[in-house]
């Protein structure tokens, strides 16, 4: 019973172009919501989040746009960069005090010059 | 400088030889995770500490233990490790109640031969 998906196990995009990453879940006790980067051989690092409340928050060339009745999460990164390359997991909170984090499959984001 | 350490980075141990992984941090943090991620999956929770009390995940083989013998270090043990638990191991911290994001360590690969 998967939770969290990340239906596209892979994204292509080139340079200065827009990547989209999507997530969706099917709990609804989820209250929030994070995006994690992992490069290879390294542990996954916080990368922006939204809290329940919130449709969208945006940090530089990151938003995260959250559609609750639609169970939906997405991460836009405009303008893309080579650098950004790295494996993108939706990480989702339940709600409990200990703040267990339930993952998706993640998403390969490869950016090409 | 690095607030989630794990050591060793690679271990490889032999089938059904008792093997433990280390995790510290400086960050003080009340909570410490251990995930298990296998290839091209999510990270799943195995168990965590919040402060000394031990709480297990209802599907963690009892082959997994882990001991927590002060705020700063974390273990993660395998009695009798099979093929199948071969896996990235990734340690977390996180601060508690209300805490939001997870800070991880880069990882330990678990080569089961």
């Known amino acids: 019973d998967q939770q969290v998906k990340q239906n596209s196990p892979s994204l292509s995009v080139q340079e200065g172009r827009i990547s989209i990453l999507n997530c969706d879940y099917t709990n609804s006790m989820f209250d929030y919501f994070l995006w994690y980067k992992k490069y290879p051989a390294e542990g996954p690092t916080f990368l922006i989040s939204i809290s329940s409340i919130k449709d969208k928050n945006e940090d530089g060339r990151f938003t995260v746009f959250l559609n609750k009745s639609a169970k939906h999460l997405s991460l836009h990164i405009v303008p893309s960069q080579p650098g950004d390359s790295a494996v993108y997991f939706c990480a989702l909170r339940g709600g409990t005090s200990y703040g267990k984090l339930t993952f998706g499959q993640g998403t390969i984001l490869t950016v090409h010059p | 400088d690095a607030m989630v350490i794990q050591n060793p980075r690679y271990q490889v141990t032999q089938f059904g030889k008792p093997v433990t992984l280390s995790c510290s941090q400086t960050?003080?943090?009340?909570?410490m995770y251990w995930y298990q991620q296998k290839s091209s999956q999510a990270p799943k929770l195995l168990f965590h500490?919040?402060?000394?009390?031990?709480?297990n995940e209802a599907d963690t083989p009892d082959n997994f233990q882990s001991r927590r013998p002060n705020t700063s270090f974390c273990f993660l043990d395998i009695r009798s490790p099979g093929l199948g638990d071969a896996a990235m191991y990734l340690c977390?911290?996180?601060?508690?109640?209300?805490?939001?994001?997870?800070?991880f360590g880069q990882g330990t690969r678990l080569t089961v031969v």
């Open positions: 977390a911290t996180s601060r508690g109640q209300g805490s939001t994001e997870a800070f």
């Open positions: 500490y919040y402060d000394k009390d031990f709480n």
């Open positions: 960050l003080n943090h009340n909570v």
